[in-house]
């Protein structure tokens, strides 16, 4: 089909390099360490969803997850100078943060449908503090039109004094914390129902991150986590 997804060339060339860079930064900067990398379907398409505390959590999912992975950014970092180069150079897709954007839903599809993982945030934005706030229904959305599975990502350490306290070589310690993949419940309802049950899904993702975040970072989901062995 013409309009299956592919990965255009320069971004397969600029990808790696801009992991490579990534990485190093924070091996240098911080203790990065890494858990439940046996979580990942590796060669398999799944919604990566992560907590969103500060501008260090794509770059730092991104640059360890194993293979391609398609991220999706806040339009407003497109226009900051350093920020956007970087996003455009890897080729994040831009979002309307709290828009309903049916283009890019219908784009995140074909993404998932060709065969690539793709890595959002539920909330749909940063927090700047690292306690979550509460999930839009998008990423519900997303698994119910491909019926693919959820990886949840806990990111813990990535606080905006980040780069503060790696510059003054304190190397702050920084972890991805990778779930088990969630298979969410298959929607049947309509109208004000479906509604309902999109939010139920939504915020179960959460609770499935809540489960793998320390206390002061689970948010409106303290009291709700989900904990997995």
């Known amino acids: 089909m013409s309009d299956t997804y592919r990965v255009p060339l320069r971004y397969k060339i600029s990808?790696?390099?801009?992991?490579?860079?990534?990485?190093?930064?924070?091996?240098?900067?911080?203790r990065v360490t890494i858990t439940g990398k046996e979580n990942i379907p590796r060669g398999k398409p799944c919604v990566v969803?992560?907590?969103?505390?500060?501008?260090?959590?794509?770059?730092?999912?991104?640059?360890?997850?194993?293979?391609?992975?398609?991220?999706?950014?806040?339009?407003?970092?497109?226009d900051k100078p350093f920020e956007g180069k970087i996003l455009r150079f890897y080729g994040v897709i831009p979002v309307h943060r709290g828009d309903y954007d049916?283009?890019?839903?219908?784009?995140?599809?074909?993404?998932?449908?060709?065969?690539?993982?793709?890595?959002?945030?539920?909330?749909?934005t940063r927090s700047h503090v690292p306690g979550m706030m509460p999930a839009k229904q998008g990423i519900a959305y997303l698994v119910e039109k491909t019926g693919v599975p959820v990886v949840p990502v806990a990111l813990v350490g990535t606080t905006e004094d980040?780069?503060?306290?790696?510059?003054?070589?304190?190397?702050?310690?920084?972890?991805?914390?990778?779930?088990?993949?969630?298979?969410?419940?298959e929607i049947t309802t309509k109208g004000t129902e479906r509604h309902e049950s999109r939010q139920y899904n939504a915020d179960l993702v959460m609770r499935y991150l809540a489960g793998l975040l320390p206390l002061e970072y689970r948010g409106v989901y303290a009291e709700s986590a989900i904990f997995t062995t």
Not at 57 to 75: K, N, T, Y
């Open 15 to 30: 990808r790696p390099v801009l992991k490579a860079v990534f990485r190093l930064l924070f091996l240098t900067l911080g």
């Open 102 to 124: 049916r283009p890019l839903l219908t784009r995140m599809i074909r993404i998932i449908e060709a065969g690539y993982p793709i890595l959002i945030s539920p909330e749909g």
């Open 162 to 185: 980040f780069w503060q306290r790696a510059k003054h070589g304190e190397k702050p310690p920084v972890e991805i914390r990778i779930g088990k993949p969630i298979v969410l419940p």
């Open 49 to 78: 969803a992560m907590n969103h505390v500060s501008i260090f959590d794509p770059p730092l999912a991104g640059s360890f997850w194993p293979g391609p992975l398609e991220v999706i950014g806040a339009i407003d970092v497109f």
